[in-house]
């Protein structure tokens, strides 16, 4: 019994405290950087079609400063279709002071992407056409500190300038020739709400109590068919456990979005 009593004391003393303080020391924070530089943020109140694009830097260039078991991604884009100018108003101005709360600004990324059955805002991530498998829409290139990213939603009329297009320092996603077209979270709908083609449809605001509808789209359906959209991006890591990693969040505009126009 004496020699029993022995060997639990040193488990007691010795095994217990190395797994607590083993599981402790995987505790890791990262604080990965976000993005700046918006350029000309677009807002829904214009229809100047030359400022209906997103424009902003990504800011990669604490890739060096990172743990070397944790994985820089790139940078992902966060969209959200509105029905209502004033709720985006409303849920972009609670977004943008959470961001911009030192002592809060880490909850604004899952303030931005958790569904609204957690209490977020249920932001879905931007897709292309012509994406690679990456886990974001702008993936990080070694030795680039920073990429410029233009991103233009929809189509007007027949003209180059205007239609829809995604551009990392001015080519298309991963140099591809042919061209990065911005599409929604699934099934490659557009953002050319109301046209004719296959995947052209309208948003149809999500019922959480039927779970029936968009999940990017919050209503009321508007009586005049204009939509808004609002978009930010996020810088995105991905650490030993391979659990995503988010930076603060950065606001990009937004606009609005004509479904009973051909030109949108």
Not at 15 to 31: A, K, N
């Amino acid at each position: 019994m004496g020699k029993l009593k022995c060997l639990l004391s040193n488990f007691v003393f010795f095994v217990i405290p190395l797994i607590f303080l083993t599981s402790c020391g995987l505790d890791t924070y990262i604080v990965v950087d976000s993005p700046t530089n918006v350029i000309n943020p677009p807002s829904y109140t214009t229809e100047d079609y030359n400022n209906e694009c997103f424009e902003f830097w990504t800011n990669d260039s604490g890739v060096a400063s990172y743990p070397s078991d944790f994985k820089y991604l790139g940078t992902q884009v966060y969209y959200k279709i509105y029905g209502s100018s004033s709720t985006l108003a409303s849920e972009v101005s609670y977004l943008q002071n959470l961001a911009n709360d030192s002592e809060n600004s880490a909850r604004a990324p899952d303030k931005l992407l958790d569904p609204t059955s957690s209490g977020g805002y249920g932001y879905q991530a931007l897709q292309s056409t012509n994406d690679s498998d990456s886990s974001v829409l702008i993936p990080y290139v070694d030795g680039k500190l920073t990429q410029n990213v233009y991103i233009r939603l929809t189509d007007y009329q027949n003209l180059e300038d205007f239609s829809a297009r995604i551009l990392v320092d001015g080519k298309f996603l991963g140099g591809s020739s042919v061209k990065t077209v911005p599409v929604r979270f699934e099934n490659d709908l557009s953002f050319n709400f109301g046209r004719t083609g296959e995947n052209d449809k309208k948003p149809v605001p999500y019922d959480s109590s039927t779970g029936e509808g968009d999940l990017d789209v919050k209503g009321p359906v508007p009586s005049d068919g204009v939509w808004y959209v609002a978009m930010f991006a996020v810088g995105v890591g991905r650490d030993v456990t391979y659990t995503m990693q988010y930076s603060n969040i950065l606001y990009l505009g937004s606009v609005a979005i004509d479904s009973n126009s051909v030109d949108n």
